[in-house]
């Protein structure tokens, strides 16, 4: 009786011991993920009417941001960095869902801006930033992904989600910014992919320069 008195006695200090360690990781990284979500605040906020060189404005940002989180994207590729401001919104995400952003931008200068921006934002370790031709580099990136963001030069966007696509998630999400504008390619890219009957795809209304964001229904 005593043996087994003892036994229990050792398998619920075990417990609690293990409950207690798994408590204290949990008030760990809800801490920790308060302290990133007031930085990334704070360093979007503060710079909100400041970006320019081809960034997002701040309520489409918000909107990519909104995507990742809803549907607890991990795996983004982003097409054309620019300055970072769009590749915070979405490595902001990224933080919550336990994701990375990969960015790739052609421009040496606006890489730079943007890889010490996202380390003031405090999101480094979510994106993965290339300098490089995203014309050559997406199709060189295995995947797979679950978001993508398209804004880089408008007359290659079909060729983008073409080299994309196969390595798109089922359940995935591709999205393109300025596809309200009629010359360039965006809107052709856009005729197109409304076309394909595996993706079911709308324009967000609350985007003055338009975001499609086009779901994977089945490959």
Known sequence: MKQRRLILMRFVGAFYMVFLAYTTLVAQ?????EEIDKKASAFLDDRKEEWRYWNVPYEDGKVLYDLIIKNKYQSALEIGTSTGHSTIWMA??????????ISIE???GRHKTAVENIKKA?????????LADAHVLVKELPGPFDF???????????QYFKDVEPKLKVGGCYTAHNVSNTT?????FLKYIQKLPNYSTTVNAASSSGISISYKKAE
Do not use: I, N
Request: proline share 0%.
């Open 92 to 101: 902001w995400a990224m933080s919550k869902t336990g994701g990375k952003v």
């Open 122 to 130: 405090g999101l480094a370790d979510y994106v993965d930033a290339h």
């Open 106 to 108: 052609v421009d040496e």
């Open 184 to 188: 360039g390619g965006a809107d052709e």
């Open 29 to 33: 990284q809800a801490r920790t993920q």
């Open 148 to 158: 993508v963001f398209s804004d880089a030069d408008k007359g290659w966007y079909t």
